[in-house]
Each structure stands twice: as structure tokens, then as C-alpha cells.
């Protein structure tokens, strides 16, 4: 893992760096990637799963990272600063970053695996989000979807859970730039892969319950409670009940689903 930090080493406290990188390594291990695979990721974001990706594919490999965002987008490290890091160091030359691109306007090339690592809830419009999937049906053998698993399964991920649901209420009625724009679930996430023409074969769950996320979004929703007022007193009611479910002890983050499809 240390050889992975380094090429991550930028602003930033080293603990958060080291528990972000032990679950994309798990995500990873989950996908099955193979050394010399060419791998296509979509929403790179700041490179946290690209890195395990790039070390994943081995010299032989290559990763093609792409995100719609600009350079300057993200605090308190940008991806600018970020990719810029990670393409300087020595896993710079299995990646090729591209911001600023969207997948649809990007050419058709093949890849042995798309990836998708949390980055789905980023996609306010559902008919999007299917559309990418239509497209990386013709561009990669094999799909791989990794995402925050919205049916928690222990009473310490419930903050995460009632967050979440705030900030996809918020998005609805509040222009935003915030990571939470559409909660899909997995059953969701498998009628559109079906219906883009993938085939799911295997789904699995990524323990994540120990990253600082839950948290992190607990404090978002918590920063965004006063603009509820100008919402509808339905909206306003269900959100103040969500509200409620925010308090308890230390927050457990939800943890990770994987879907992969042929």
C-alpha cells in the first residue's frame, strides 16, 4: 500500500489517504482484474481508484481515466492537483487522464473492463446515466459498478443511510454540485445494466463501514438543513424526520455493492 500513497501523496492528512486506498483495493479485488488488462474508468474523480486500478493492470496494463469535471473542481485537494500527482509518479505511464470529457463524446475504442466507482449517485438524470451504460456496451467486454449499498444492514450505518436520503431531497429542490444528485440502488443499477444490454454475473458486498464518508456526508446534510425551509411542509416534515434518525453514536459508513456484468 505505501508504494500506492506515494503516487497519491499530495494535500491531505495520511490516515484518510491510507483508509480511502485499503477500499479501492478491496473494490479492486472484487472486480477480478487481470496484469496487462486496458481498462476504461469513468468519474476518476481525484484518482482514488485509479491508482489501485493502474497497480491492478501491472506495467503491461493501462488505464484510461475520464471525468466531466474540470481541474479546479474538488476541495480540499482539486483533481487537477490531484491526477497531476498521480501522473507524475511511477504509475503515471499505465494512466491517461482525461477531465473535461464526457464519455459520450468520447471515441470508441475497446477495453476488457469498464469501471464505475462510486460515481453513479453523481448522475442527476437517470436517462443519462443509462446512456453511458449503452455506450460502454460497445467499447469493454466486461462491466464492473461499484457503489454505496443503500441497504444497510447495521444500526450504526443508519446516519449514513438518513443523510444520503436528505441530500437526494435536497438535489431535488436545490441546485447543487454536491456528490449525492440520485440514489440508485443495486436493483436499480441491475435493470439498467439488463437493460443496456449487460448481463449481470456476480454482485458482491464491500465491507466500508469503517471510512470516514458516513460521517462526511452527516455533516453535509447537516450544513444544508436551513435551505429545507424554502421547500414544500411535506418535504419540509420528511426531512426533519430524516433529520432525526442523524443522531447517535459514532457513524458507520454504508458499505460498498459491486455488480459485475458481461
Known sequence: MDHLLESMKIIGEDTIQRTQLKHRLSLVKAFQL?????????????????????????????????????????????????????AASPLGKRVTFKLETDLLDLQEEKFDVAILSHCSWYFRNPEELLSYLKKLRGMAQRICIAEWDFNFTRMGQRQHFAATAILALYSEFVDNTGNIQHVYDSLQLKSMLEEAGWRVKRTAVVDAGYLQDGAWEVDYAESVRPEFTSTPPRIQSLANSLYALLDGDEVESLDSVVLVAE
Do not use: F, K, W
Not at 47 to 71: F, M, S, Y
Open 34 to 86: 487481470e496484469p496487462g488488462m486496458r481498462i476504461l474508468e469513468v468519474g476518476c474523480g481525484q484518482g482514488d481508484t485509479t491508482v489501485a486500478l493502474a497497480d491492478a493492470v501491472g506495467e503491461n496494463g493501462h488505464v484510461l481515466a475520464v471525468d466531466i469535471a474540470d481541474p479546479s473542481y474538488g476541495a480540499p485537494i482539486t483533481l487537477g492537483e490531484a491526477t497531476e500527482t498521480i
